[in-house]
């Protein structure tokens, strides 16, 4: 049974820190392409960061030079470490698996992010 499951989120002022984890089981991590993607409320689900089974990354441009995503395979967690922290970025943040092959997709349930100005 796969399963991703999120923590971290939480309410925050403006200009401060959260580090986001998402911890997996039932996959063989290593060569999983992870993500983050967040959803506002009345907004649709977009992607925030990516990082390949190879460790490359993507950041969109609204967070970039603030959050960074990165993984540890030894522990199959991905990471979203967030920086200045803006209302903006409130949301419900997801993690995303995705196999090789793209033919594969999971989901973990969320965590709540609340930035207030």
């Known amino acids: 049974q796969v399963q991703l499951v999120e923590s971290g989120g939480g309410l925050v002022q403006a200009g401060g820190s959260l580090r986001l984890s998402c911890a997996t089981s039932?996959?063989?991590?290593?060569?999983?392409?992870m993500g983050w993607f967040r959803q506002a409320p009345g907004k649709q689900r977009e992607l925030v960061a990516t990082?390949?089974?190879?460790?490359?990354?993507n950041h969109i441009d609204s967070v970039k030079g603030r959050f960074t995503i990165s993984r540890d395979n030894a522990k199959n967690t991905v990471y979203l470490q967030m920086n200045s922290l803006k209302p903006d970025d409130t949301a419900v943040y997801y993690c995303?698996?995705?196999?090789?092959?793209?033919?594969?997709?999971?989901w973990g349930q969320g965590t709540q992010v609340t930035v207030s100005s």
């Open positions: 990082i390949s089974n190879g460790g490359t990354t």
């Open positions: 039932g996959i063989t991590f290593r060569i999983y392409h």
């Open positions: 995303n698996a995705k196999s090789p092959s793209y033919m594969l997709d999971y």
